[in-house]
């Protein structure tokens, strides 16, 4: 029997490929002699780098650069031997390096993922893929932008700092300084959504809230967000805010659209080509996969629905662990999954349940098989009696 073990991570509490080490111990303890491949998923947000350096043998690469914040963090990459570097956004900008005391939206930005396009450029990287998810930032890839080389001025020609706060004046977009070698490569994001850039579905709307901003605060940066792409429109003679994944990491997508001609990809869809995912599930009995919270977003191109996608074509089950089921999960059955389970085995607290995380996910997956294999051997028995 093959089972593919493919989670994502439970955010703030275990990585995705402790979250595999976790499940494929229990499904050891009720199958032992199943064989099972554990393969760490990601969808463009934090462990989108590890998971695809883990699949091609990579090495990582460090990088000091600045957090959302201003402040100096390492950020890990890795390069692949046909020069095409994989950057997670996450590792310079997210969310779960700002302590929820220390976050500001109207003033964090991207400026390290630009520090980190620079070093990739500086090793001569070919094709740059930019994981996007999990940001902390609202700011329209601004401090991206501002990294390497574009200007963003108000109507009397003076330089604005690249944050949202300041990006409420913007008039002009000065490209001239941009870095010349980002013409030669190619980029693709590696996106966690496809949401675009303003309105109800977009970047301040839907994620915002999630990193602290205030109600005012959605509201500003949306209108912050659409005078923004009116500019760069104004600009660049295009306008991408409501292409795929303009939205996406606080609007990175957006520049990334627009500056950088990057192609949008669901990120899910890399990380499983990097890894051949396609082909082990072809062959495969059972996939068990997981996330934190299982919900109507996880619909929105995360991790979860492309490999649900990915078995449904190989007619493959799918069973989901997930801390929370949450929001109207159950539209994930028509989908590709077969069922869904909550971690928890009863009451307990969100602090409790992300401490216990790695036993409960033992547990659970020891019972799903135990169903998975009585069904099994009924299945055989039934069709040994009609023979
Ligand atoms: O970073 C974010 O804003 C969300 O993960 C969506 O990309």
Redesign the pocket.
């Known amino acids: 029997m093959k089972i593919i073990i493919a989670p994502d991570s439970f955010k703030e509490s275990l990585p995705a490929h402790e979250v595999a080490t976790a499940i494929a111990q229990g499904v050891r303890q009720a199958a032992p002699s199943a064989c099972i491949h554990c393969v760490p998923m990601a969808d463009g ?1 934090e462990g989108t780098v590890l998971a695809i350096a883990q699949s091609t043998h990579c090495k990582l690469m460090q990088s000091t650069v600045q957090n959302a914040m201003g402040q100096p963090v390492t950020a890990t990459w890795t390069m692949t031997n046909n020069e095409t570097a994989i950057i997670e956004m ?1 590792s310079a900008a997210g ?1 779960e390096q700002i302590q929820p005391q220390n976050r500001n939206i109207l003033r964090s930005n991207t400026f390290g993922v630009g520090q980190l396009i620079l070093e990739a450029l500086n090793k001569k990287a070919r094709h740059i893929i930019l994981g ?4 902390a930032t ?1 700011d329209g890839g601004v401090g991206m932008l501002a990294a390497l080389g574009i200007q963003f001025m108000d109507k009397n020609n003076t330089l604005l700092e690249p944050v949202p706060a300041e990006l409420a004046r913007l008039e002009k977009i000065n490209i001239s300084g941009m870095d010349p070698r980002l013409s030669q490569i190619g980029f693709t994001l590696a ?3 496809n ?1 675009p850039l303003c309105g109800h579905h977009g ?1 301040a709307a839907i ?1 915002g809230p999630q ?1 602290g901003a205030t109600p005012e605060q959605v509201l500003f940066l949306d209108q912050v967000m659409a005078n923004y792409a009116d500019i760069t429109a104004t600009t660049l003679g295009k306008d991408m805010r409501h292409e795929q994944g303009a ?4 609007g990175l997508g957006f520049a990334g659209l627009s500056f950088l001609k990057a192609r949008f990809r669901p990120g899910v869809e890399i990380v499983a080509e990097f890894a051949g995912l396609a082909q082990l599930i072809e062959n495969a009995d059972l996939v068990i996969t997981g996330e934190g919270k299982l919900d109507e977003q996880t619909l929105q191109g995360k991790t979860l629905a492309g490999i649900a996608a990915l078995a449904q074509q190989h007619k493959v089950p799918v069973i989901v662990i997930a801390g929370t089921l949450g929001n109207n999960y159950q539209a994930l059955y028509n989908k590709g999954i077969t069922a869904a389970f909550s971690l928890c085995n009863g009451p307990m607290s969100l602090q409790e349940a992300m401490q216990k995380t790695s036993q409960l996910l033992q547990d659970r997956s020891r019972d799903i098989m135990q169903v998975f294999l009585a069904n099994q051997t009924n299945k055989r028995d039934k069709n040994y009696k009609l023979k």
Request: hydrophobic share 40%.
């Open positions: 947000g996450a969310l996007l998810g999990g940001s609202t996106s966690d959504v949401n970047a994620f990193k939205g996406a990491a606080g």
